[in-house]
């Protein structure tokens, strides 16, 4: 079993920037894919970025250019820094994680744009 916990969620005005956090731990072994999901009010969840722990990376066609996932493979840390927030960002953010046993998702984030 692996375990998430999620920080850097807020409020922001439209234009402006926030970065998300979400450390790991447990049963973390070998090749896995961390990523970053949102839901928005009334709308299923949809992946916003991953990033495998080979480095390839895959984003949602709305946050190209504007959303940069990283990860620290010796921290289990996953990243996901936002700018050029727009409201239609609004959501709640939940991190997750892909193993070759599991998938474990975080308790999630709450992130406001405000126009």
């Known amino acids: 079993q692996v375990q998430l916990v999620e920080s850097g969620g807020g409020l922001v005005q439209a234009g402006g920037s926030l970065r998300l956090s979400c450390a790991a731990s447990?049963?973390?072994?070998?090749?896995?894919?961390m990523g970053w999901y949102r839901q928005a009010p009334g709308k299923q969840r949809e992946l916003v970025a991953t990033l495998t722990s080979g480095g390839v990376t895959n984003y949602a066609d709305s946050v190209k250019g504007r959303f940069t996932i990283s990860r620290d493979n010796a921290k289990n840390t996953v990243y996901l820094q936002m700018n050029s927030l727009k409201p239609e960002d609004t959501g709640v953010y939940y991190c997750s994680i892909v193993t070759s046993f599991s998938r474990s998702w975080g308790q999630g984030t709450q992130v406001t744009v405000s126009s």
């Open positions: 447990g049963n973390i072994y070998g090749r896995n894919t």
